[in-house]
């Protein structure tokens, strides 16, 4: 079984950078487009970045310009390099495939506070 495993809890200032990572246990980008979501306190899970199995990469308008979304395939890691942070980007991330969901990991806390 797949699993995916993001890096801890993050605390950044606002206008700052963060790039979280999500490690996959088995050779799956090569398969599956796969996609960052996020869930704030009290809202659904949203879907932020999503890379295809080429390339190609897609951005909901909110992050767009700000995040940039890749893959290490050698390393079986999903990256997100978020910059110009705001307080509304306050949230769980998790990655996982764009379609067929694997089991999902425990998330990374990123909060963005003064």
């Known amino acids: 079984q797949v699993q995916l495993v993001e890096s801890g809890v993050l605390l950044v200032q606002p206008w700052g950078s963060l790039r979280l990572s999500c490690a996959a246990s088995?050779?799956?980008?090569?398969?599956?487009?796969m996609a960052w979501y996020r869930q704030a306190p009290g809202k659904q899970r949203d879907m932020v970045a999503t890379?295809?199995?080429?390339?190609?990469?897609s951005y909901a308008n909110s992050v767009k310009v700000r995040f940039t979304i890749s893959i290490d395939n050698s390393k079986n890691t999903v990256y997100l390099q978020m910059n110009s942070l705001k307080p509304e980007d306050t949230a769980v991330y998790y990655c996982?495939?764009?379609?067929?969901?694997?089991?999902w990991g425990q998330g990374t806390q990123v909060t963005v506070s003064s």
């Open positions: 996982n495939a764009r379609v067929t969901w694997f089991p």
């Open positions: 088995g050779s799956i980008f090569s398969s599956n487009t």
């Open positions: 890379i295809t199995t080429s390339g190609s990469t």
